[in-house]
């Protein structure tokens, strides 16, 4: 069974910069693409970015040139950088996973949720 655990999240002013890590174990962590989805409240969750393990990723519009992902298959581990945040980047931010054959966008498709990191950018 795969298990997800972020950590990074916190309290930053506007412009400033955020790590969040996504730790993964139960399953071989080759096998996923890892994603990174948001949610603010009242707000539906919505895609930030996806890594893939051969590497390739796609991000939402949003963050494109802000946020960066990566990935050390040999540490199961995805990280998200978030550079020059903005208030309306506040969310919790969730990582997911789901079988490389799978990969998408849409939350629907992952079934593996790790239990979200709070991120909160003041102005």
């Known amino acids: 069974q795969v298990r997800l655990v972020e950590s990074g999240g916190g309290l930053v002013q506007a412009g400033g910069s955020l790590r969040l890590s996504c730790a993964f174990s139960?399953?071989?962590?080759?096998?996923?693409?890892i994603a990174w989805f948001r949610q603010a409240p009242a707000q539906e969750r919505e895609f930030v970015m996806y890594?893939?393990?051969?590497?390739?990723?796609a991000s939402a519009d949003s963050v494109k040139g802000r946020f960066t992902i990566s990935r050390d298959n040999a540490k199961n581990t995805v990280w998200l950088q978030l550079n020059s945040l903005k208030p309306e980047d506040t969310a919790i931010y969730y990582c997911?996973?789901?079988?490389?054959?799978?990969?998408?966008?849409?939350?629907?498709?992952?079934?593996?949720w790790g239990q979200g990191t709070q991120v909160t950018v003041s102005s």
């Open positions: 890594i893939m393990s051969g590497l390739s990723t």
């Open positions: 997911a996973a789901a079988p490389s054959a799978f990969t998408s966008n849409r939350p629907a498709t992952y079934e593996n």
């Open positions: 139960g399953r071989a962590f080759t096998a996923y693409t």
